[in-house]
């Protein structure tokens, strides 16, 4: 497939950039060597291919060759020459494979699914070509599809707010004690579901904590370079409270959040977080405890939402950061709409923007301008247009995020119904409408798991 003209002014621009960056000057004369050295550095890959020429031969790759032919000439060219929009990771019907699709180039491709991280698992993160999945006994794995290399994160019983177990087929939550860090202090925990007291325990089988106790699972984006990794693992509603494992520090350490965080980003070096009262916050890490402290950095978010008592919200807040560098709080709104081809109610949902401005206020929008949002269980990204015409400026691109209800309306629901709209979509700020991913075919409308995002990265 050829590049688009967007694309092809892009990877010039980058290029230009390069020539620029290595453009000899009068104190760069080469000098002669006095002695050959034992470590000398590698030479430039293929010096005579210019990045033009690189630029044109990463456009026209799949998937895991783009991946490959990056790696080869990330350490003699900009990085901005090998940027992938996001793709989308599919549920397979073999326990070998995964599927793979780019929504920017309509395309797709079926790799290994690498053992144990990718069989049978559950994505429940992604940063930076690579995914945070979780198996069916409480742990959790890094992997990156494209090139099989995987790691573990920290057992979940390491959290020390679950009984003691030898098989973890079902996991004992103590329900006072989780709250006891969420709140900073003991009981009474007024006006929660789990009662003022926080009497007893609640038990999760092995597939409801993956279904529904693990939320999401943010990572550093340090993992892929580096070897390192930083964690947050957000929990269910009815927990709130944070989780932060580190690659010097392998347990799961609770954190406080009165409100309960509902999504988090790791964005400029910390993460950031929404709580489901709509406060916005920033994590520092304590060097010698290890534990996490948040600081509010944004007022309150005013948000629509009508909830019953001791209910999940009934609204999705999702965090994420503009190019530029502005956090952005995206609401998602479920509903359901009349589909005038059967006069049937049909699922549906519409969604608002806030940005953060330099006045340190909120500032509702439907104008994003030549940016997209990917929004999601697993991911939160906003990303720019140009260069990729097949995505639509000012949209919202989402997926489904509730695994556990996805299941339950596998069970309940036949083939023709409407879940397609509710898997995977895409919503336009600009007039409100929402739109199923033609390219995907008729297979969306039995997703699941739900889809998750990935944006492919040099390894």
Same mark, same amino acid.
């Given at each position: 497939?050829?590049?688009?003209?967007?694309?092809?002014?892009?990877?010039?621009?980058?290029?230009?950039?390069?020539?620029?960056?290595?453009?000899?000057?009068?104190?760069?004369?080469?000098?002669?060597?006095?002695?050959?050295?034992?470590?000398?550095?590698?030479?430039?890959?293929?010096?005579?291919?210019?990045?033009?020429?690189?630029?044109?031969?990463?456009?026209?790759?799949?998937? !895991?060759?783009?991946?490959a032919?990056?790696a080869?000439?990330?350490?003699?060219?900009?990085?901005?020459?090998?940027?992938?929009?996001?793709?989308?990771?599919?549920p397979?019907?073999?326990?070998?494979?995964?599927?793979l699709?780019?929504?920017?180039?309509?395309?797709?491709?079926?790799?290994?699914?690498?053992?144990?991280?990718?069989?049978?698992?559950?994505?429940?993160?992604?940063?930076?070509?690579?995914?945070?999945?979780?198996?069916?006994?409480?742990?959790?794995?890094?992997?990156?599809?494209?090139?099989?290399?995987?790691d573990e994160?920290?057992?979940?019983?390491?959290?020390?707010?679950?009984?003691?177990?030898?098989?973890?087929?079902?996991?004992?939550?103590?329900?006072?004690?989780?709250?006891?860090?969420?709140?900073g202090?003991?009981?009474?925990?007024?006006?929660?579901?789990w009662?003022?007291?926080?009497?007893?325990?609640?038990?999760?089988?092995?597939?409801?904590?993956?279904?529904?106790?693990?939320?999401k699972?943010?990572?550093?984006?340090?993992?892929?370079?580096?070897?390192?990794?930083?964690?947050?693992?957000?929990?269910?509603?009815?927990?709130?409270?944070?989780?932060?494992?580190?690659?010097?520090?392998?347990?799961?350490?609770?954190?406080?959040?009165?409100?309960?965080?509902e999504?988090?980003?790791?964005?400029?070096?910390?993460?950031?977080?929404?709580?489901?009262s709509? !406060?916005?916050?920033a994590?520092?890490?304590?060097?010698?405890?290890?534990?996490?402290?948040?600081?509010?950095?944004?007022?309150? !978010?005013?948000?629509?939402?009508?909830?019953?008592?001791?209910?999940?919200?009934?609204?999705?807040?999702? !965090?994420?950061?503009?190019?530029?560098?502005?956090?952005?709080?995206?609401?998602?709104?479920?509903?359901?709409?009349?589909?005038?081809?059967?006069?049937?109610?049909?699922?549906?949902?519409?969604?608002?923007?806030?940005?953060?401005?330099?006045?340190g206020?909120?500032?509702?929008?439907?104008?994003?301008?030549?940016?997209?949002?990917?929004?999601?269980?697993?991911?939160?990204?906003?990303?720019?247009?140009?260069?990729?015409?097949?995505?639509?400026?000012?949209?919202?691109?989402?997926?489904?995020?509730?695994?556990?209800?996805?299941?339950?309306?596998?069970?309940?629901y036949?083939?023709?119904?409407?879940?397609?709209?509710?898997?995977?979509?895409?919503?336009?700020?600009?007039?409100?409408?929402?739109?199923?991913?033609?390219?995907?075919?008729?297979?969306?409308?039995?997703?699941?798991?739900?889809?998750?995002?990935?944006?492919?990265?040099?390894?």
């Amino acid at each position: 497939m050829g590049r688009s003209k967007g694309a092809a002014a892009r990877r010039r621009k980058a290029a230009a950039a390069v020539r620029k960056a290595n453009a000899p000057k009068i104190s760069d004369a080469p000098k002669i060597p006095d002695a050959p050295k034992v470590k000398a550095q590698p030479p430039r890959p293929c010096p005579s291919l210019s990045p033009d020429l690189l630029a044109n031969i990463y456009d026209r790759l799949g998937f !895991l060759d783009r991946v490959a032919f990056a790696a080869v000439f990330a350490t003699s060219c900009d990085e901005n020459l090998f940027l992938s929009a996001p793709w989308l990771v599919l549920p397979c019907n073999t326990r070998e494979t995964v599927k793979l699709f780019s929504i920017a180039d309509r395309r797709g491709a079926t790799v290994p699914a690498p053992e144990p991280a990718l069989r049978d698992h559950f994505v429940i993160g992604s940063a930076r070509g690579w995914l945070a999945t979780a198996d069916v006994r409480g742990q959790i794995y890094l992997v990156n599809p494209s090139t099989g290399e995987q790691d573990e994160l920290p057992h979940i019983s390491t959290m020390g707010v679950f009984g003691p177990s030898t098989s973890y087929h079902n996991f004992s939550l103590n329900i006072k004690a989780l709250l006891t860090i969420r709140y900073g202090h003991g009981p009474p925990f007024n006006d929660h579901y789990w009662g003022p007291e926080g009497h007893g325990t609640f038990s999760y089988t092995a597939d409801q904590m993956r279904m529904w106790f693990y939320r999401k699972v943010v990572l550093s984006s340090s993992r892929a370079r580096h070897g390192a990794y930083a964690a947050m693992l957000i929990t269910e509603w009815k927990a709130g409270a944070p989780a932060f494992a580190t690659a010097e520090d392998r347990v799961w350490r609770l954190a406080p959040s009165r409100d309960g965080v509902e999504d988090a980003i790791h964005h400029g070096g910390q993460f950031y977080s929404v709580s489901y009262s709509g !406060l916005v916050e920033a994590w520092e890490r304590d060097a010698e405890s290890g534990a996490y402290t948040s600081m509010v950095v944004a007022p309150r !978010l005013a948000v629509e939402e009508h909830k019953e008592e001791y209910r999940e919200p009934s609204c999705r807040k999702y !965090l994420a950061a503009s190019p530029g560098g502005r956090l952005m709080v995206v609401i998602k709104y479920p509903g359901h709409v009349v589909d005038d081809r059967y006069s049937q109610s049909r699922w549906s949902c519409a969604f608002k923007v806030h940005v953060l401005g330099d006045d340190g206020h909120w500032k509702e929008t439907r104008d994003i301008g030549e940016l997209a949002l990917f929004v999601g269980m697993n991911n939160s990204l906003c990303v720019r247009t140009i260069g990729c015409p097949r995505i639509k400026a000012g949209c919202v691109y989402y997926t489904d995020d509730e695994r556990g209800a996805a299941e339950q309306r596998k069970q309940a629901y036949s083939s023709h119904e409407y879940s397609d709209y509710r898997a995977v979509g895409v919503y336009s700020l600009m007039d409100g409408t929402v739109k199923k991913i033609e390219a995907l075919g008729e297979e969306q409308a039995s997703f699941y798991e739900p889809p998750a995002w990935i944006t492919p990265s040099i390894p």
